[in-house]
């Protein structure tokens, strides 16, 4: 993502973990996946 819009980035930024679901092709939600996210600046590194 090249623009992050300020909001986003510090709630990225304050949270501990992230969770992140996709969809399969029937649309239903997969189990949802823990990832660790570092905010540097406004550049985020998954």
């Given at each position: 993502m090249?623009?992050?819009?300020q909001?986003?980035?510090?709630?990225?930024?304050?949270?501990?973990?992230?969770?992140l679901?996709?969809?399969k092709q029937?649309?239903t939600p997969?189990k949802?996946?823990t990832i660790?996210?570092?905010?540097v600046?406004?550049d985020?590194?998954?």
């Amino acid at each position: 993502m090249a623009n992050w819009i300020q909001k986003d980035l510090e709630r990225i930024g304050a949270a501990v973990h992230l969770q992140l679901t996709s969809f399969k092709q029937d649309s239903t939600p997969r189990k949802p996946v823990t990832i660790w996210v570092v905010r540097v600046n406004d550049d985020v590194y998954v």
